[in-house]
C-alpha cells in the first residue's frame, strides 16, 4: 500500500537499540514501531501535555521536582482523556498491518507506549 510506506519512510530511524537483542515481538514493536513514531511525533506530544496543562491551569514551574514527578505519574494513571489523545496520535500513524498486530497485543502495547511517552514527557520537564 502507498499509504503505508509513506507513513513508515516519515519515521525517524534509531540506531541506539540493537534489534537483535530483542526477545519478544512486544519488544520488537516497541523498538521498531512504536519508539521512531514517538520521536516523530514528540513536538505534538509535548504540545499536547502543555495545553493539557494549561486547560487544567496546573503550574508545575512553581513545585519541586519530586512533586512534578508525581503530579506527571498521576496525570498518567489518573487522567484516560489525556492517555487516549496521546495513545493516538501514535497509533495514527500505523500502518494497517501495524493496526492488527497492534491489536493482537493491545494491552501490552498501551502500557509500553503510556511509559514512553510519560518518560519523554517527564525527560523535558524535569530537565534541570
Known amino acids: ?17 540493537d534489534l537483535e537483542l530483542v526477545k519478544s515481538k512486544e519488544e520488537q514493536f516497541q523498538n521498531e514501531v ?13 504540545l499536547i501535555f502543555n495545553t493539557y496543562l494549561q486547560n487544567k491551569k496546573i503550574d ?5 521536582s519530586e512533586k512534578r514527578y508525581d503530579r506527571i505519574t498521576s496525570f498518567f494513571q489518573n487522567d484516560r482523556d ?8 501514535i497509533v495514527a500513524y500505523f ?3 501495524e493496526y492488527q498486530n497492534y491489536n493482537s ?6 502500557k509500553r507506549l503510556v511509559q514512553i511517552i510519560k518518560e519523554r514527557i517527564l525527560s523535558v520537564v524535569l530537565k534541570p
Open 82 to 89: 489525556l492517555v487516549s489523545e496521546l495513545k493516538w496520535v
Open 34 to 46: 512504536l519508539r521512531p513514531i514517538i520521536k516523530f511525533q514528540h513536538e505534538l506530544i509535548l
Open 1 to 17: 500500500m502507498k499509504r503505508d510506506n509513506k507513513i513508515v519512510d516519515l519515521r525517524p530511524i534509531i540506531t541506539t537499540v
Open 105 to 110: 497485543m493491545k494491552s501490552d502495547i498501551n
Open 95 to 97: 500502518t494497517s498491518v
Open 60 to 64: 508545575l514551574e512553581s513545585i519541586s
